[in-house]
């Protein structure tokens, strides 16, 4: 396929991507769009121009909404005619590529919008479901010889994070006061935390409401998931390690998130299927699914100091994912819980086996003894005030690009 | 005080109280309401009649609303001036006394109405602030001799729960299914759980916004607390000790906890304040406050099998939690995390000393092992399919009684 607009062979939102947002354009206006190269696209005014008149089930206003929640609740038969539409009208040659006037009113340059969170979060899960990450931290907090508890292979363990703070890319967070013990202090004592650490991750997003009682089945979880984003779970291990027993991770993880703008869809990841780890011990039935559910997705995180480059610290990719999307959504409704439209459902930190594609500080320098030397000369055991974080992530197959940009953030000083 | 509508003297609902709540009204429309005694007011309608007319900042439409949360968003000056104003309605002589044409049409037989969720959640948050419902649990799961982890009196443990599954009293529960891992077996099985609990609490309902990076300090939190209702975390106790390493319960709460349909004020609450039991050692600065910062509610369970009668199985007080509302929300805000209006915040089980007072199956029946025999000559260790469970909570002092009514759930077979 090419397109009628012009992109960089490296682009990340190639006419394969399609992916959906939400931008302020031109300082003025909300609402849902795409993007194609460096073009954003504002699908009310294609909507307008009668473009999607023939597809069934498409609502008026509904791409002239704060978030796409609306679109992504009219579910997949929908959203993909809506995707594959515009993908046709994007080509070279088509209809709209002659029609000067939608392009005029239609169409924006990247630095006349700004991105917005791309739904409502009614519901945040994190999981926990890379066999490296959980063994490294395993083996750093308790048993070296017994890195993994005895659950951990038979069910993607999980836990509800906090979706208020959930914000997009570009947000700055304020670094996190709260409680720690060093292990030097009898008492614990308050600040603000000294080991701030991002978690590289990935989510999915659900495009129904399940009543409770029901269950998605592992056959049926690809027709809930609309698409997915890079997520950064920012976390403060020093206030994790005493807060977390019995009940898990809490302040520790809820004073941020950061998301990516674009949600890319499951149908355009469809080329980068892979397999995934083998699964042994056997899992319940509930959890068997057929076919390859993984997606090879290469993932990058960047440290940039306040006066200084990006420094690339990572390199870690989605298909290490010992547990998969179908698995993770039927285990957290095989007990009846509801789900709804909107919910994000993160990985948990996706490190591979090389120590270079470990997903976060605490992995990469094992806990601050191994400190990384950033190109300005400076170390970082754990992130510093005013580095800015950014992971990025794409696909790559055939000369079939399909990315995600880019999620980053900024740490600023404790109010 | 004395109200023109006559009530029985041990009525939760007396003129001191003037709760909020959501009601469809004659199967027809739905609106915010209050209630005294046995009649429920539909406020939309009393607004229609001019009755609030001289409240400032109160709005057109706020409680033609399927939710409390825009009313509630308002703030303390409104929601406790509408309070006040309708206390004052009500009372003997009063101008709607006199108003017959109001009273028909605001005024409601309870059996004429149908109550809703009173509010919309955006994040619900379960504390864990009862010392001996945690000595209990720690030392049946953990060790007797330190049943306490060395974090639990240092900061109010809480872990983040699911929004989509809290529902109204009355609204039936699926038996979850689920993984679990009996001692006698050597792989987790699959199936119905068998060890169905209840969690006796009560939850504060919050009526602000916050941005990320703000604090609400145990000073404030008051002012920033709209009111509470009983809550029952339903928990499957056998899901939840095969999956809850390391990072806390997950689908061993997430399906279901049933919340009572009024929200009780805490100015309503005020004359049952109380102190708190002394916290030692001493807290860290944020965690301080002044003043009595507990309230003396009595609390009750029921157990009612399908073909037999209720039977009181446990009376509790919520003045035994060790960490008060105004600690709870200073921890959970101290690292920057943000609220929304209309938050819930439990309390964790609240269980006192005396054997009679522990709020949950699994210390009443210490994990089964002394079963409790119902007055149909049936015994229980857990809950059983078809027995309905219903919680009370009230306030009694000097004559005045202030109470939550109850929230009641039944259980229904695994779907």
Same mark, same amino acid.
């Given at each position: ?6 992109? =960089? ?9 399609? *992916? ?34 023939? $597809? ?15 679109? $992504? ?32 009113? +239609? ?56 979706? /208020?703070?959930?914000?997009? !890319? ?17 008492? *614990?004592?308050?600040? *603000? ?11 999915? $997003? ?45 302040? +520790?993880?809820?004073?941020? /998130?950061?998301? =990516? ?6 149908? +355009? ?5 892979? !397999?995934? @780890? ?24 960047? $440290?940039?100091?306040?006066? #200084?480059?990006?420094?690339?610290? !990572? ?31 993160? =990985? ?26 950033? !190109?300005? #000369? ?34 600023? @000083?404790?109010?």
């Amino acid at each position: 396929m090419k397109s009628f607009v012009e992109y =960089s062979s490296d682009s990340d939102f190639s006419i394969y991507n399609i *992916p959906f947002g939400v931008a302020v354009f031109n300082k003025e206006y909300i609402g849902c769009c795409t993007r194609i190269g460096d073009q954003i696209i504002d699908l009310a005014t294609l909507y307008d121009f009668g473009y999607f008149e023939e $597809i069934e089930g498409l609502i008026d206003n509904v791409f002239e909404a704060y978030t796409l929640n609306e679109f $992504i609740e009219l579910g997949k038969p929908v959203t993909n005619a809506v995707r594959l539409k515009i993908q046709e009208l994007l080509q070279e040659d088509s209809i709209l590529s002659k029609d000067e006037k939608t392009i005029e009113e +239609a169409f924006y340059d990247l630095d006349k919008v700004k991105m917005m969170m791309p739904v409502h979060i009614p519901n945040y899960t994190d999981f926990y479901s890379s066999i490296e990450h959980a063994t490294n931290v395993g083996k750093m907090f308790r048993d070296p010889d017994n890195a993994l508890l005895p659950n951990w292979k038979h069910l993607p363990v999980g836990y509800h994070g906090r979706a /208020s703070s959930i914000v997009v !890319s570009g947000t700055e967070i304020n670094r996190p006061k709260g409680q720690m013990k060093p292990g030097d202090v009898e008492k *614990p004592v308050f600040g *603000p935390c000294k080991q701030l650490d991002f978690e590289l991750e990935m989510a999915f $997003i659900i495009n129904k409401n399940t009543e409770m009682g029901e269950s998605i089945s592992t056959k049926e979880a690809e027709d809930a998931i609309f698409g997915m984003v890079i997520f950064n779970d920012w976390s403060a291990r020093d206030i994790q390690s005493w807060e977390y027993v019995p009940l898990g991770p809490f302040l +520790a993880k809820n004073f941020g /998130s950061s998301v =990516s703008p674009w949600v890319v869809t499951l149908e +355009a990841l469809e080329p980068f299927r892979t !397999s995934s @780890p083998t699964q042994d011990p056997e899992v319940l039935d509930y959890l068997k699914f057929e076919g390859d559910k993984n997606y090879d997705i290469n993932l990058e995180v960047y $440290i940039q100091p306040e006066n #200084g480059d990006q420094n690339l610290i !990572s390199e870690s990719n989605y298909k290490h994912m010992y547990w998969n999307m179908t698995q993770q959504l039927a285990h957290h409704t095989v007990n009846g819980c509801n789900v709804e439209v909107g919910d994000m459902y993160a =990985s948990g930190t996706i490190s591979g086996s090389d120590p270079k594609s470990f997903g976060s500080m605490l992995e990469l320098t094992w806990r601050g003894q191994n400190p990384i030397t950033l !190109s300005n #000369g400076e170390e970082r055991k754990f992130i510093n005030d005013n580095d800015t974080v950014t992971m990025k992530a794409w696909a790559k197959k055939d000369g079939i690009r399909v990315g995600f940009g880019e999620v980053s953030g900024k740490i600023i @000083p404790a109010k």
